[in-house]
């Protein structure tokens, strides 16, 4: 089964950037669609955006123009580049699998990584 370990997560100040990455244990290129979510402090975690294996990409609203996912199937790696970041993005990060009706494949998620947005 495909595993996935989040990083790139670090406390910056508003208006900064960051980049995130998803390591997968094994191949994603048979994964037609990969996702970015997050979930921040006493909320549900939420899908944020989605990238197929081709690289067309969605986005929530609240995060266009800012989030940009990219993905690189020969390295096993998605990415996650955030500008402009905003105090409401605090957050801790998750990537996985997502299937064709919009719900998370691997049941097992990682330790995800913390994004912390603070002046």
């Known amino acids: 089964q495909v595993q996935f370990v989040e990083s790139g997560g670090d406390l910056v100040q508003p208006g900064g950037s960051l980049r995130l990455s998803c390591a997968a244990s094994?191949?994603?290129?048979?994964?037609?669609?990969m996702g970015w979510y997050r979930q921040a402090p006493g909320k549900q975690r939420e899908l944020v955006g989605t990238?197929?294996?081709?690289?067309?990409?969605n986005y929530v609203g609240s995060v266009k123009g800012r989030f940009t996912i990219s993905r690189d199937n020969a390295k096993n790696t998605m990415y996650l580049q955030i500008n402009s970041l905003k105090p409401e993005d605090t957050a801790v990060y998750y990537c996985?699998?997502?299937?064709?009706?919009?719900?998370?494949?691997?049941?097992?998620w990682g330790q995800g990584t913390q994004v912390t947005v603070s002046s």
């Open positions: 996985n699998a997502v299937s064709s009706t919009g719900r998370y494949i691997i049941p097992s």
């Open positions: 990238i197929t294996s081709g690289g067309a990409t």
């Open positions: 094994g191949s994603i290129f048979g994964v037609s669609t």
